[in-house]
């Protein structure tokens, strides 16, 4: 297994995914767990963003002015929609840790399972 | 001639598009809701048993793919009734939010079992979980909120974790289609199964199942185990049946669940995560036939929701609404009360594969599906099952005559009691649930051999025996609920290690 250009440009990601992952399994509060799926969140989108941009690096735009090296557009749009409702997950969310923090306001683990 | 290319997209979009527009109009949407769910059941029924296929684009070429077909048909129909059964039964008690939620459900369900779409899929998915959460969270009680928030923690990560299966099949294969997974790289496979069977509930990954179904209201607990779980079946039956590995792995992952669920099922003493598990367990056993998985979803869903509709009393269920129309109500029900545990019961024994009932059929279907290694992991899954069972209908009925004998007073009079279940229309839509159970079971009459009915019969029989042989274990600190977030967002890494090691080393 040789290490190759698009290989090394993926090693931040999976070291940002890993981040967000321990983040995510060691979390103490509800709002610790809450940002570090929002890191794992921006990692899933970068590595996207990052496939189409394997090809080339120019705005997949067709104008007067020809590049050589196009991005793959498709990942791009798609991954649109997953930021969306990244956001709007993160927004129910956080809705749901301002109703549970009237009752428990350090909003840890602890308190909220053992009841 | 009607376009399906348009009336399809059309009729699949109908329902969100009624369940938005019911925010504005609650009145005049509902009863167009329901129609048009009765409409949908009625269309899928029809071409149930046929062949019928029909795949579209949606927006031209390079456009989503949908594929209508044999894997869609049943579990429409089956969300379909379920809905139905849950607007019946609970009529009296639901905001016009309810419906507007069960209806931008129904659109994302359809969308999950007919897309062939990894992407689409995810979106769906998505708007599943929302959804679901919606419905959980609807009792506003601490409890049911940090269950919710668990969930749809849980999900989004494993929604993020399918997500990325899904871009390293597409740097492989360049496309997003189901169909084109056959070229993809392992690790991607086990990232998109993880995060499917996250959604739909399958042992490891599906430790939310109980919790979630023991603390929110029957109602959202009734559409949970019968739709949503559902939605994950549709495409992991078709990723199984062009995949050989994955279909391979899926009989791992499926014997396993639904032994050591039913097993947790057993030893559960409360009633509520006894159901849960058992779902866990029968959901196990969905995913172990590619063919004839959707139609036992299907019956397990419909079960599962005149299950959870009935599990209480009645009184029980509105204590929350009106306290002060209790004791008044308390005689004139009596009726009422006889037709739910009779519904609870027939829906049991129909889980648990009762000759003349629909549960049989599905049962039966799978089992000849099935590798012969298999099969007899199979057959103890469906005796813990009957044990499980047997102890929820023996409580279920204790209930009921404990109940009977506090309000000794009125006389048992046949006529006034036929009377009175006439009177009510839920009364009308758990004979009907229950008469449908058993003609379903007559539409293949060649599958009543009579050493299929006589193992049917003798695993319940033995199930009852278990049940009395195990009802003196106090098994309350053998098992103990799962509620730790760390345990329940942790599971799909789990699940995406194991089923890579499999597939690339063990290679059952």
Known sequence: MELTLEKIRLMPIVLLMIIGCFGLLNSKSILRSLLSLDVIDTATISIFVITAASAGFQTPIVSIERYSSYSDPYPQAIILTAIVIGFATQALLCAVALRLGRKSPMLRYRDLEND | ?508
Request: glycine share 6%.
């Open chain 2, 1 to 508: 001639m009607i376009d399906l290319q348009i009336i399809l997209p059309a009729l699949i979009f109908l329902p969100a598009l009624l369940g938005f527009l019911g925010c504005v109009f609650p009145k005049i949407i509902f009863p167009l809701g329901v129609i048009s769910i009765l409409g949908f059941a009625a269309a899928s029924l029809s071409v149930l048993g046929g062949d019928f296929t029909y795949s579209f684009t949606l927006v031209g070429e390079g456009g989503i793919q949908f594929s209508v077909d044999s894997y869609s048909f049943p579990l429409i129909f089956g969300s379909c009734i379920t809905l139905l059964i849950v607007f019946g039964l609970f009529a009296n008690r639901f905001s016009h939010y309810f419906y507007q939620i069960c209806l931008v459900l129904l659109t994302a369900l359809f969308i999950s079992f007919t897309t062939v779409d990894l992407v689409s899929l995810f979106i769906s998915l998505e708007l599943l979980g929302f959804c679901a959460f919606l419905l959980v969270a609807d009792r506003n009680d601490k409890k049911s909120l940090f269950n919710s928030f668990q969930y749809l923690i849980g999900g989004g990560l494993a929604m993020l974790i399918f997500l990325i299966g899904v871009v390293q099949a597409f740097t492989f294969t360049g496309s997003f289609l189901l169909e084109d997974l056959v070229r993809a790289p392992n690790t991607a496979l086990c990232l998109i199964i993880a995060g499917l069977l996250t959604k739909s509930g399958v042992f490891l990954c599906g430790l939310w199942v109980p919790n979630i179904y023991s603390h929110a209201n029957c109602q959202s607990s009734a559409i949970l185990s019968g739709c949503v779980t559902c939605a994950g079946i549709a495409p992991i039956a078709r990723m199984s049946q062009i995949l050989t590995p994955i279909s391979d792995s899926m009989i791992v992952i499926g014997v396993i669940s639904a032994v050591v669920a039913a097993i947790y099922a057993v030893f559960e003493r409360e009633s509520g995560r006894a159901l849960g598990w058992s779902s866990v367990s029968q959901l196990g056993i969905a995913i172990l036939s590619p063919t004839y998985g959707c139609i036992y979803a299907m019956q397990h869903g419909i079960c599962k929701a005149l299950l959870f509709s009935t599990l209480h009393d009645e009184d029980k269920n509105s204590a929350d609404l009106s306290v002060s129309h209790q004791s008044q109500s308390n005689l004139r029900q009596s009726p009422q009360e006889l037709m739910r545990v009779i519904a609870f019961v027939f829906a049991s024994l129909s889980i648990m594969g009762f000759p003349f009932l629909a549960g049989f059929i599905t049962k039966n279907w799978v089992k000849y599906d099935l590798p012969f290694e298999a099969q007899l992991i199979y057959t103890t899954a469906s005796l813990l099952t009957s044990t499980v069972y047997a102890r929820l209908i023996f409580d279920r009925v204790n209930m009921y005559v404990q109940r009977r004998s506090r309000i000794e007073s009125n006389r048992f009079n046949i006529l006034s009691i036929i009377d009175e279940t006439l009177s009510s229309p839920k009364n009308y839509i758990l004979i009907l649930s229950i008469i449908l159970l058993i003609a379903s079971s007559f539409t293949y009459p060649d599958l009543f051999t009579i050493e299929s009915t006589r193992t049917a019969v003798v695993s319940a029989i033995l199930g009852g025996i278990l049940f009395v042989s195990v009802v003196g274990i106090q098994a309350d600190d053998f098992v103990k609920p799962v509620t730790r977030t760390l345990d329940l967002v942790g599971a799909p890494f789990l699940v995406a290690a194991l089923l890579l090691a499999n597939l690339l080393y063990f290679k059952i």
